[in-house]
């Protein structure tokens, strides 16, 4: 028997073995139902892991099971605006809880929430709205509009924005799944943000200038081949990883969302595991590639990459600890890092001989205790850059984040937020303009950047299903931003060196789910900003409201 015939032989053996249901949809860590998870996970109602983000659609609907299971089983846990809600996150993935063997039949029964006739436009026979829906064994397709419009007043002026699109999903037999969404936006009026660099909105990637304005556009999309316990894809789009409520430290959705091939491994409810491989946008022109062209000349970005791994491991129901690395890498693709088990920082030794520039390489990790009796998540996250303890010439170039979050604290269907985050100087940043740690020129973590910190404290009243009230309150200190220009590590580099600059910000948001996927949000807001650089576009009194379908 040939090896060639023998690995095609093993491969079909594991394909089927591996032909259950197992489909992945990835969805949107926009979407409401993350929040609703991890307040049961903190309340002991169900396990959750968020240190790696985005959950697929089947391991949702999974753990909305579970907490329908426990609601037949006491309903002492889950309040009567939580049992509402399961309800209508039930209408959201019923697709993938018929799969799992969920017994919507009941529901239909005691809730009369669902109507079994099968229908492909408006609503759908989960009494869900969709533009389009189809759901059979072996194929699923469902497709939503993507409609929003915003309008914010400032002291001095006002601005508005409006973006439409597509978002689509759906899966081929029982193990490919893929999702496509997609908008346009189109920003107008005064004191547009154009650079988005000190902002907790994603950065852009594509922006054309208009006059009175300018427009960009967003994609992300996902082709994933999944089995019983992991998947691989081919996609662009965001990935999560460590804890945070107003930024995350490791990897988070500041910059644009960038082409990647990831693989995830969830064996077991107490391991899980993720691989990133992926191509970013450098900003940087290689000079030896400019092509001089009859009607337009050319000119080629430095090749960047980026590859990232994170090993959570959740022993106990109220712990969870990971451990990860990432490298980010230029100027031609690795092959060694294709290697999803490697110890990326020794890779980077392995290709540094000769080449001192071989690669920037992070170490990090995660904390989360989380308290059942106090309804209380106790977490942290580390991000070290550079670190040595016998070279001053590289001091700790490290960021931390600590904070809690709390599940009805003395009033009842609310919640209590308390971070801080520090962030050193030089973090992020690398001798080697191309090989900073970021994409298209943001930061892959926390917004607020380096040479910075900040405490946020955020309090949420849930008033109906859907309809929430939240008080905020944020204030930053930043001195000056890395130079290119002077040697990094000098005396005066210390934390906050530089320009003083403090920002803070308190206001209140109103924000109600009607339907599945439409909002209404209207949100006041007051800056005072005591700046020697200007960070932001605006100061004083802002008010902003905006109305959206599928965003």
Do not use: C
């Not at 600890?321 to 490298?327: H, M």
């Not at 005066?492 to 206001?507: A, C, I, P, R």
């Amino acid at each position: 028997m040939s090896l060639r015939f023998s690995f095609l032989l093993f491969t079909f053996y594991f394909l089927h073995l591996t032909s259950s249901f197992a489909q992945v949809n990835y969805e949107p860590v926009s979407n409401s139902v993350y929040e609703y998870l991890e307040r049961l996970s903190n309340k002991g109602v169900i396990q959750l892991n968020e240190e790696i983000l985005p959950f697929s659609r089947k391991y949702i609907a999974e753990k909305i099971k579970q907490i329908g299971d426990r609601k037949l089983e006491s309903g002492n846990r889950i309040s009567e605006i939580e049992g509402k809600e399961l309800e209508f996150y039930i209408r959201e993935y019923a697709p993938e809880l018929e799969r799992i063997g969920f017994d919507l039949k009941d529901y239909v029964a005691t809730n009369k929430l669902i109507d079994l006739k099968s229908n492909n436009f408006g609503f759908d026979k989960y009494n869900r709205f969709r533009l389009f829906s189809y759901n059979s064994k072996d194929f699923g397709l469902f497709l939503d509009p993507i409609l929003s419009y915003s309008y914010t007043s400032y002291k001095n002026g006002n601005s508005w924005s409006y973006s439409s699109g597509l978002r689509l999903f759906g899966n081929f037999s029982n193990n490919i799944g893929f999702e496509l969404q997609f908008s346009d936006n189109h920003p107008r009026g005064d004191y547009l943000d154009r650079n988005q660099d000190f902002s907790r909105l994603t950065g852009y990637e594509f922006q054309p200038g208009t006059k009175g304005g300018f427009d960009f556009d967003q994609m992300n999309a996902n082709l994933t081949y999944s089995w019983n316990w992991g998947s691989i894809t081919l996609g662009k789009d965001y990935n999560y990883y460590g804890s945070g409520e107003d930024g995350k430290l490791i990897l988070s959705d500041k910059a644009p969302s960038f082409p990647f091939v990831k693989i995830e491994a969830d064996y077991s409810h107490w391991f899980k595991f993720s691989y990133i491989h992926s191509s970013l946008n450098s900003q940087i022109i290689d000079s030896s590639e400019i092509r001089e062209g009859t009607l337009r000349d050319h000119f080629p970005k430095v090749e960047k990459y980026f590859v990232a791994h994170m090993f959570s491991f959740t022993p106990f129901q109220s712990l969870n600890i990971s451990l990860g690395e990432s490298v980010v890498y230029s100027d031609k693709f690795e092959p060694i890092y294709l290697i999803p088990v490697a110890f990326f920082r020794i890779a980077d030794h392995y290709l540094t001989d000769p080449d001192e520039s071989a690669g920037n390489a992070q170490l990090f990790a995660s904390i989360w205790y989380k308290n059942f009796w106090l309804k209380t998540k106790f977490y942290g996250s580390l991000f070290i850059d550079e670190f040595s303890t016998y070279n001053n010439e590289y001091p700790q170039a490290a960021a931390y984040n600590l904070g809690f979050k709390s599940i009805d604290p003395i009033i009842p269907e609310s919640e209590l937020i308390f971070e801080y985050t520090r962030i050193n100087p030089f973090v992020y940043f690398h001798a080697d303009e191309v090989q900073t740690y970021q994409n298209y020129g943001y930061d892959l973590g926390h917004w607020i950047g380096s040479n910075a910190d900040q405490i946020y404290l955020s309090f949420k009243k849930r008033i109906l299903r859907g309809l929430d009230f939240n008080l905020f309150y944020s204030f930053i200190r930043k001195g000056s931003e890395e130079s290119f220009d002077e040697p990094r590590y000098q005396d005066k580099h210390s934390f906050l060196w530089g320009d003083k600059n403090e920002v803070t910000e308190y206001g209140a948001e109103i924000s109600y789910e009607l339907v599945h996927g439409f909002h209404i949000r209207t949100m006041y807001s007051y800056f005072d900003e005591k700046l020697k650089n200007k960070l932001l576009i605006f100061n004083g009194n802002l008010f902003s409201f905006s109305v959206g379908y599928g965003m």
